[in-house]
């Protein structure tokens, strides 16, 4: 995905693993935002309380709906960990509170504390063909773990495919490919079936098969990863 932002008091001192967040959430970037009163105005996402009317009314009996209206009309604060819908201070488990965001596309989270994140969800054809690359990587990888390679072995990948859509998007980013799994050649074809064109015999090396959707894949992949030296591609 293409970003996610942090929104708190205490972000100093993060920028430093910004790398670490971007590799394992899989964003390109992420910003880091101090807290304000007017953060979320400013992201556009508002409060929504939700009053938990079965544990809140053994408590206040039939007081309970007046809460509940007095809620969705918006009179009621939230301070620290503490939310009171007008006079009545709710406890931690008759209430529930969730973000909204005005962009649909944004997948949004409190912090502990205080805060919130910020996800951008919205994909574009560029974004998800690196997805996809990241899915064969790490197919591959566990391929070459069940051909029992050491992880210094030199191989040689080839992932045929049945949709054309899965191989063009592989296809601009074999290098990485290539380089994450230490393949010395790479091959990326179309096929109407991909386990009849594939000429790696399973005595030669290792095959996995992917079947349509298995990961973010349109057809079915075939993955066959030979070590270097074993067979001649």
Known sequence: LAR??????????????????????????VEFESLDPD???KHGITKKLTVNARALGPRL?????QVIQ???AGDWTATGDTVSVGEVV????????????????????????????????????ELEAEGLARDIIRAVQDTRKAAGLDVSDRIELTVIGDASSDIEALSGFAETIA????????RFEVAEDPL???TVSSTQGQRAVLEAG???????????VVKSGAVSV
Do not use: H, R, W
């Open 4 to 29: 996610l932002t942090v929104v708190s008091s205490s972000v100093e001192g993060l920028d430093e693993f910004a790398g670490i967040l971007c590799e394992e959430l899989n964003v390109k970037a």
């Open 214 to 224: 298995q990961y973010s894949n349109s057809g079915s992949l075939v993955i066959d």
């Open 196 to 198: 009849l064109a594939s």
């Open 61 to 65: 009996g039939k007081q309970v709906q």
């Open 90 to 125: 709710l406890q931690a488990s008759e209430y529930s509170l969730e973000l909204e965001a005005a962009d649909a596309s944004s997948a949004i989270a409190f912090l502990t504390g205080n805060g919130f994140v910020i996800l951008d969800a919205a994909t574009t054809p």
């Open 70 to 72: 007095t809620a969705k």
């Open 179 to 186: 380089s994450e799994t230490l393949a010395l050649t790479s």
């Open 39 to 41: 953060s979320l105005v």
